[in-house]
């Protein structure tokens, strides 16, 4: 019987370690990137055809959250100091900025390591459970 829970143990042992390969071989982002109709090369310039508005509106909606005004505010920075800078950005730099904003993920990373860790514990818990071990904490 004790070679029947061994095999079974080894059995599951090569499953979480194939399941751990496969989702280990999916990269986290990809690294080729669609190019839309909207970016244009020229021979030493990118031509972007995106509206400043559009864009405006994007940062100054980011920058109205309350974490990022409180951020700025404890950095010195003012209202009409960060409206003066975005207004002094270029069209190319304001793009960039606004297309970096999707990037930002706050307090978001702390949700799936929890989540990691979680289905970790839960994995040991059905190994311990399947190979009828137990842990004492004395």
């Not at 244009?40 to 909606?61: M, N, P, Y």
């Not at 706050?106 to 137990?134: E, M, N, Q």
Request: with cysteine; charged share 20%.
């Amino acid at each position: 019987m004790n070679w029947v829970k061994s095999w079974y143990f080894k059995q599951i042992a090569l499953m979480l370690a194939f399941a751990v390969l496969c989702i280990a071989a999916v990269p986290a982002q990809s690294l080729a990137y669609v190019v839309g109709t909207d970016t244009l090369k020229g021979s030493d310039v990118i031509i972007i055809s995106s509206d400043r508005a559009t864009d405006l509106e994007r940062v100054q909606r980011t920058l109205e959250s309350k974490i990022v005004k409180n951020r700025l505010s404890e950095l010195g920075f003012s209202a009409d100091e960060v409206n003066e800078r975005l207004e002094s950005l270029t069209d190319a730099d304001l793009h960039h900025f606004a297309a970096q904003i999707d990037n930002l993920n706050p307090g978001g990373g702390l949700v799936s390591g929890l989540g990691a860790l979680l289905i970790i514990a839960l994995l040991i818990l059905v190994v311990l459970k399947i190979t009828d071990r137990k842990i004492i904490i004395k």
